[in-house]
């Protein structure tokens, strides 16, 4: 009962919450009494809800869906039923390591598509219903990827690059309507991300990495605050304030001490 009571009523989206940081971003929704849907392609995302469930969410409901495409994103937009939107965390995405030339080009494709055409699309749809309606908080998972070259990454830190660009021109766009936009910009994070990507023969792969309940704690934060980024702990914020400096040609080339395969020996 006591739980019940603090159930808000208001209704929070959350992509890629099956692990790592957009689970963690779906917790903090969670205890904040929010309803939530949940949103991966995979059926480990019905585990997720339930762990939501247990930390005093309003209603939990799970949806599988690949957000690589308008299908995809039109079942997700078919599950929320008209009910207004307090939260739409765009948080889903996915790396690929290896040279650009060796990586396989439905593989790359498929990290565009979920990153970019995906995401832009699940916006496009849902962020001009936030602004009729004048009030809502919008959080998009950038990088500090998005400021260098990604060598070993390319694609990744091209996709990257696009959405932190994205959310401030999204947000100057839309900043008399009520509703905001944050970027979060997390560097290496502790997830299955590296895996994922084929990485865990590089540097990055291998070296210790922030906590995503941290990660995802600030960028929650910043969003409810409305502010427009956060890059999340001191070692990413001087990175960012290095890659602001440094020609494009030294990041690049730092980038592949970072991931290129093999990297993780040396
Ligand atoms: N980890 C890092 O170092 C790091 C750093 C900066 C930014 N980020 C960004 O943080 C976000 C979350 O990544 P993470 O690190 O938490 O990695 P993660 O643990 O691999 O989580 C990725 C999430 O995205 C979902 N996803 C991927 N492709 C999808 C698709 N086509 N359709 C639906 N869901 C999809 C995954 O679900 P399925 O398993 O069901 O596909 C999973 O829930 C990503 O946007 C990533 O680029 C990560």
Partial sequence: MAQAQRHTGKFSIVTGASTGIGLELAKNCARDGMDILVVANEPEI?????????????????LQADLSNEAGVDKLIAAIKGRSIEHLIANAGRGLGDSFLNQDWAAAKYVVQTNITGTLYLIHELARRMVDAGTGRILITGSIAGFMPGS???VYNGTKAFLDSFSYALREEIKDSGVTVTCLM?????????????????????????DPAEVAKQGYDAMLAGD???????????????SHVMPAEQ????H?????????KH
């Fill in 186 to 210: 997390p560097g290496a994070t502790e997830t299955e991300f590296f895996e994922r990507a084929d990485m865990m023969d590089t540097k990055i792969g291998q070296e210790k990495k922030m």
């Fill in 256 to 264: 592949t001490k970072e991931a290129a395969p093999g990297t993780a």
């Fill in 251 to 254: 990041l690049a080339k730092q």
């Fill in 228 to 242: 427009g980024q956060v890059v999340t702990g001191w070692k990413n914020k001087m990175q960012v304030a290095m």
């Fill in 46 to 62: 019905e585990q997720a809800a339930e762990t939501l469930r247990g930390l005093g969410a309003g209603q939990v409901e799970a």
């Fill in 152 to 154: 070993y990454q390319a």
